[in-house]
Nanobody, 125 residues
Framework: VQLQASGGGLVQPGGSLRLSCTAS??????????MEWYRQAPGKRRELVTT???????DYADSVKGRFTISRDNAKNTVYLQMNSLKLEDTAVYYC??????????????????WGQGTQLTVSS
């Protein structure tokens, strides 16, 4: 399972941006359970930003509560992260991650935890 993240960029403080992350691969069918966004700022450890269950239950790190919103489109195998009221300290590389169970044309089920390649968000004036 490959994850392709997109949507990062340069934003001024107070601005907004939306990240997307789509799962693809050579699977006949896939069920994506948990979907998550992490971030890693320069010189810091990777931290969990937000999670969402298949049923849509979400949770957030205290630092982003009320500003970030995670959502998902199960039909598109995609998770989104809407980021509003961005702050300088939100600057980081953002990574998506999913837990999935999939079947190929030949076998399965396979359980896998997959990571995206990361997309850079820079908040700067």
């Amino acid at each position: 399972v490959q994850l392709q993240a997109s949507g990062g960029g340069l934003v001024q403080p107070g601005g907004s941006l939306r990240l997307s992350c789509t799962a693809s691969g050579s699977f006949r069918s896939i069920t994506i359970n948990g979907m998550e966004w992490y971030r890693q700022a320069p010189g810091k450890r990777r931290e969990l930003v937000t999670t969402i269950t298949r049923g849509g239950i979400s949770d957030y790190a205290d630092s982003v509560k009320g500003r970030f919103t995670i959502s998902r489109d199960n039909a598109k195998n995609t998770v989104y992260l809407q980021m509003n009221s961005l702050k300088l300290e939100d600057t980081a590389v953002y990574y998506c991650s999913i837990d999935s169970i999939y079947y190929t044309a030949y076998d399965g089920p396979h359980a896998e935890r997959s990571w995206g390649q990361g997309t850079q968000l820079t908040v700067s004036s």
